[in-house]
T-cell receptor, first 112, second 113 residues
């Protein structure tokens, strides 16, 4: 099993550009989530999904979109990148929020 | 509102010394409690979890944690730290039938040789 994979590992964007961070898991987990990690702020939940076709907002959803068309994939879209979105982004999956979360290796995004 | 507090942003201990990292939570019912570790440049890895039963739980890498309902705490302990334990540690809380897990802001552990 590959576990949770994220691409790309690093990305530099200019303000206003859009992009998609990819996340995939091969563990047949229903629950998937996206976090951003900033110094001193810990992990903040952006969006989450409890199954294919079902998504909801977390703590900091503004500027991000998600969709979940398959169990395996949960991409995160930045619509119009802003410097405030410079962060490290982690995708996680699990059977449910009450179970162990499996994290991807992260994507370091810089917006200039 | 539900919350998780890790009061210590940084902790420094000497190699071989004992360690305790604090975690307090605010939740309406008995929560599901977790400790995760993040090594530099890595994702998070589960150290241990508490769902029910024995309030002292054992985890990987020699860590243990104790759930104290009266204090709303779930502190992480290790009797003797190793240089490889230097990392950031996150406490997390979920609630039965809830759809989110809440993470604390983390405690960064530094080890002195």
């Amino acid at each position: 099993n590959a576990g949770v994979t994220q691409t790309p590992k690093f990305q530099v964007l200019k303000t206003g550009q859009s992009m998609t961070l990819q996340c995939a898991q091969d563990m047949n987990h229903e629950y998937m989530s996206w976090y951003r990690q900033d110094p001193g702020m810990g992990l903040r939940l952006i969006h989450y999904s409890v199954g294919a076709g079902i998504t909801d907002q977390g703590e900091v959803p503004n500027g991000y979109n998600v969709s979940r068309s398959t169990t395996e994939d949960f991409p995160l879209r930045l619509l119009s990148a802003a410097p405030s979105q410079t962060s490290v982004y982690f995708c996680a999956s699990s059977y449910s929020p009450n179970y162990e979360q499996y994290f991807g290796p992260g994507t370091r995004l810089t917006v200039t | 509102a539900q919350s998780v507090t890790q009061p210590d942003i940084h902790i420094t201990v000497s190699e071989g010394a004992s360690l305790e990292l604090r975690c307090n939570y605010s939740y309406g019912a008995t929560p599901y409690l977790f400790w995760y570790v993040q090594s530099p440049g890595q994702g998070l890895q589960l150290l241990l979890k508490y769902f029910s039963g024995d309030t002292l739980v054992q985890g990987i890498k020699g860590f243990e944690a104790e759930f104290k309902r009266s204090q709303s705490s779930f502190n992480l302990r290790k009797p003797s730290v190793h240089w490889s334990d230097a990392a950031e540690y996150f406490c997390a809380v979920a609630r039965h039938r809830d759809d989110k897990i809440i993470f604390g802001k983390g405690t960064r552990l530094h080890i002195l040789p």
